[in-house]
């Protein structure tokens, strides 16, 4: 069984469009997160949810809107794509926000390209 | 703000034989935890070894050992006995509790293990 998952795994699109990343978590954790990987493999956070709360917005631009419908679901809406979203993205999750033992779980990623 | 350096941006190993990856941070809390993270070329983000910080003791997970220096603020990551399946980009990754307990990626350090 996978832990996270994310859909779709590659997605190639023109500037302009709008498209969405749906990631799925199966621990039962409370908090999920998005993050960036550019193409030097520079990992940045830009959201995290706890529970269905927003808890992190890292200066992201605001084409990007995250939505958590449930705790094991949260997924990144990106309006108006740009060159320069070109990245892999990667949702996560840990069991707590706040935790001793805050080992996130990541998903496989999705690899964006923007033409 | 935190602030996480990995200093090697690449190296390489022969099988069998012992490396260590560096990994420094800079932060003016007290009580906060580091990770190593592995990316095989599969892009999954794998969790390799935690340390707490508070912890005096280096943590270790077979192969996998730190060597944690809570004065110099040094986190670095010895592999012993190197495999093939080793191969993969290493991150280094601080998570403070003080705030949003959000991770802190160094840029990576690219390790290859030769055959």
């Known amino acids: 069984d996978t832990a996270v998952s994310q859909t779709p795994k590659y997605l190639v699109t023109q500037m302009g469009n709008d498209k969405s990343i749906k990631c799925e978590q199966n621990l039962g954790h409370d908090t999920m997160y998005w993050y960036k990987q550019d193409s030097k493999k520079f990992l940045k956070i830009m959201f995290s949810y706890n529970n269905k709360e927003l808890i992190i917005n890292e200066t992201v631009p605001n084409r990007f809107s995250p939505k958590s419908p449930d705790k094991a679901h949260l997924n990144l809406h990106i309006n108006s794509l740009e060159l320069g979203d070109s990245a892999v993205y990667f949702c996560?999750?840990?069991?707590?926000?706040?935790?001793?033992?805050?080992?996130?779980?990541f998903g496989p990623g999705t690899r964006l390209t923007v033409l | 703000a935190q602030t996480v350096t990995q200093s090697q941006p690449e190296m390489s190993v022969q099988e069998a034989e012992t490396v260590t990856l560096s990994c420094t941070y800079d932060t003016s809390e007290s009580n906060y935890y580091l990770f190593w993270y592995k990316q095989p070329p599969s892009r999954q983000m794998i969790l390799v070894i935690r340390q707490e910080a508070y912890k005096q003791q280096n943590a270790t997970e077979n192969r996998f050992s730190v060597n944690f220096q809570k004065a110099a603020k040094s986190f670095s990551l010895k592999i012993s006995d190197s495999q093939l399946g080793d191969t993969a980009m290493y991150f280094c990754?601080?998570?403070?509790?003080?705030?949003?307990?959000?991770?802190?990626f160094g840029t990576g350090t690219r390790l290859k293990v030769l055959a």
């Open positions: 996560a999750s840990s069991q707590y926000l706040a935790s001793s033992y805050n080992e996130q779980f």
């Open positions: 990754a601080f998570m403070g509790t003080s705030g949003t307990y959000k991770y802190i």
